[in-house]
């Protein structure tokens, strides 16, 4: 820890399990570490990666070139308090479902449908995580990230991140240029609880629990969610490989006259209908389609998954059929979520 190695494997750091080799690595869970990198203009000039669980990340090439940061800073704080809210600042090392976990415990709520996503705080804003109902925005108060070109610590308040379905400003504008500290979130002392979205109020009442508060719901998202999705530490994966595409009235109206199943979503973008990016694939016959070393998985056709063995190429080479079958056979354009590098 806050050492520098050289030629480090990041196999055991993504959940995809794919082979790489950072150039550089260093693993800190001290602020004054980070703040001598970027103190020092030559080793800051070389950080390439931040790495938080690596849940979100398909590694392409054999190397990392430069420096990568492993970030483990720890600690939960209540920082805030008012008659509704608690305020809770958790650093960016923590680990996603941990945090999850220790707020219900204490029976802060708002963020149990959120149960079971893998990774680290730190990322959670990155892309806003989002999973039955519920995205971070919901619960966002601020979080605090070091600008790396000028060593400062910024603040970031809702407004600031630009929050999208899996989008925020470090994605965008700002992508590559600050490392996330801490996240500030404000959750509730009384619950109101989200059952509505998905099999959560199903999968409730098969649970046969008496009153529901957040550690049933909490309880039902992670049933599901284990009957649906592959267990990264069994089958490499990382979750969702693409986001459920927006696309025009017009085109999702014309689209129901051939594919009258075809399931439409609300969407947040003006004149535009979702649509599950799963059922397209689906539909273009990929579900539990094989390649090789990875393929399509046989539950859930939005998730990719090596095999064991399998090259991020080629993983890749696959996300690229399925865009093309996608665009084909519905003149759609499925958008990657998992960041490529
Ligand atoms: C089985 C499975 C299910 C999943 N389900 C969901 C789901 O329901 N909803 C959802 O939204 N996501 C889901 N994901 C995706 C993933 O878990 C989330 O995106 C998660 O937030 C990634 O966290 P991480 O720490 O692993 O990030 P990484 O994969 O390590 O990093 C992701 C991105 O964030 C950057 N980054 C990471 N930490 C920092 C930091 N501290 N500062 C600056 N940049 C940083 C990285 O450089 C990279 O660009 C799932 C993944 C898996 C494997």
Redesign the pocket.
């Known amino acids: 820890m806050n050492q520098l190695h050289n030629l480090q494997s990041l196999k055991a750091f993504?959940?995809f399990n794919i082979e790489c080799t950072a150039e550089q690595f260093l693993s800190f869970d001290q602020l004054e570490t980070l703040q001598n990198i970027c103190a020092d203009t030559a080793l800051k000039s070389r950080i390439s990666?931040?790495?938080?669980?690596?849940?979100?990340?398909l590694f392409t090439k054999p190397k990392i070139a430069g420096l990568t940061l492993h970030?483990c800073l720890k600690g939960i704080e209540k920082v805030a308090e008012d008659e509704e809210s608690i305020y809770i600042k958790a650093f960016?090392g923590e680990v996603?479902h941990d945090f999850v976990e220790h707020c219900i415990h204490q029976n802060w709520a708002g963020i149990e449908n959120l149960a079971l996503?893998?990774?680290?705080i730190?990322?959670?804003p990155?892309?806003n995580?989002?999973?039955y109902g519920v995205e971070i925005k919901d619960v966002f108060f601020e979080l605090e990230?070091l600008h790396i070109a000028t060593n400062e610590i910024h603040r970031f308040k809702l407004n600031d991140c630009q929050f999208g379905y899996?989008e925020s400003v470090?994605k965008r504008r700002y992508k590559g240029e600050?490392?996330?500290?801490s996240v500030t979130y404000r959750l509730l002392k009384n619950a109101a609880i989200k059952t509505s979205y998905g099999a959560i109020q199903q999968e409730l009442d098969s649970m046969q629990v008496g009153a529901v508060g957040i550690r049933e719901v909490a309880d039902a998202v992670i049933r599901i969610?284990r009957s649906k999705?592959?267990?990264?530490k069994e089958l490499g994966?990382?979750?969702?490989f693409f986001k459920n595409p927006s696309i025009p009235i017009q085109q999702a109206e014309d689209l129901l006259k051939t594919y009258p199943s075809m399931p439409q979503y609300p969407s947040t973008e003006a004149n535009a209908k979702k649509v599950a990016a799963g059922w397209l694939i689906e539909q273009c016959g990929l579900k539990g389609h094989r390649e090789a070393h990875c393929g399509v998985h046989h539950l859930q056709a939005l998730?990719l998954v090596n095999y064991g063995e399998a090259r991020g190429e080629e993983v890749f080479q696959l996300s690229q059929l399925i865009i093309d079958s996608v665009f084909n056979k519905f003149g759609i354009l499925l958008e990657r979520e998992v960041?490529i590098l």
């Open positions: 993504n959940t990666l931040i790495l938080g669980g690596g849940s979100n990340i970030n960016a996603w996503i893998p990774g680290c730190g990322a959670s990155m892309q995580i989002g999973a990230a899996r470090f600050y490392i996330i500290l969610r999705l592959p267990n990264p994966n990382a979750g969702s998730v960041n």
